[in-house]
T-cell receptor, first 117, second 113 residues
Framework: AQKVTQAQTEISVVEKEDVTLDCVYE???????LFWYKQPPSGELVFLIRRNSFDEQNEISGRYSWNFQKSTSSFNFTITASQVVDSAVYFC??????????????WGLGTSLAVNP | KAGVTQTPRYLIKTRGQQVTLSCSPISGHRSVSWYQQTPGQGLQFLFE???????NKGNFPGRFSGRQFSNSRSEMNVSTLELGDSALYLCASSLGQWGQPQHFGDGTRLSIL
């Protein structure tokens, strides 16, 4: 069975602090995709990044960076120098191989990040 | 490029009624997926449509149904509404190939009284 665990339910930081959001996944598949989405208070889920299971390179995009480690089944997300606008719920999701119902996204329960001024 | 559009944004219904939600995908996107989001269960997959055919289905009762039109617009219907159906219903579109990121609308917040 596939599963995504985001152990941190809520995180509160002060602006300019660095913060890491954890994501641990379970799957028996050797090929899969991992995603991070952001959901601000307005409700719309915003796609942040996609990672293929064969690509373990870390990625940096501005203040955002992602650390993908297959050995620990983790795909962690770090925000450097956090800002108030980063306040949102962040979701990690997993998609299995291109076969039948495995195509659907399996979601973690999300981590609510509050960045205080 | 216009994003995913969902209508209406808010709905209030009573138990036993039925409701239809609408979703217009991003132009060129042929896949439309529907999700239910609640505080207790998080995001749960309802179904996916691709080229007017249901391609995937989640574990929801038959009261939840959907369809997709030739222009890729999709509708979701819930019949015999129950209090537990109160949720944010999100629609997402993508090009349809596995691994393509899904792009979400603002959602329809359904409240059952």
């Amino acid at each position: 069975a596939q599963k995504v665990t985001q152990a941190q339910t809520e995180i509160s930081v002060v602006e300019k602090e660095d913060v890491t959001l954890d994501c641990v996944y379970e799957t028996r598949d050797t090929t899969y995709y991992l995603f991070w989405y952001k959901q601000p208070p307005s409700g719309e889920l915003v796609f942040l990044i996609r990672r293929n299971s064969f690509d373990e390179q870390n990625e940096i995009s501005g203040r955002y960076s992602w650390n993908f480690q297959k050995s620990t089944s983790s795909f962690n997300f770090t925000i450097t120098a956090s800002q108030v606008v980063d306040s949102a719920v962040y979701f990690c999701a997993l998609s299995g191989p291109n076969a039948g119902n495995n195509r659907k996204l399996i979601w973690g329960l999300g981590t609510s990040l509050a960045v205080n001024p | 490029k216009a994003g995913v559009t969902q209508t209406p944004r808010y709905l209030i219904k009573t138990r036993g009624q039925q409701v239809t939600l609408s979703c217009s995908p991003i132009s060129g996107h042929r896949s439309v997926s529907w999700y239910q989001q609640t505080p207790g269960q998080g995001l749960q997959f309802l179904f996916e449509y691709f080229s007017e055919t249901q391609r995937n289905k989640g574990n929801f009762p038959g009261r939840f149904s959907g369809r997709q039109f030739s222009n890729s617009r999709s509708e979701m219907n819930v019949s015999t509404l129950e209090l537990g159906d109160s949720a944010l219903y999100l629609c997402a579109s993508s090009l349809g190939q596995w691994g393509q990121p899904q792009h979400f609308g603002d959602g329809t917040r359904l409240s059952i009284l």
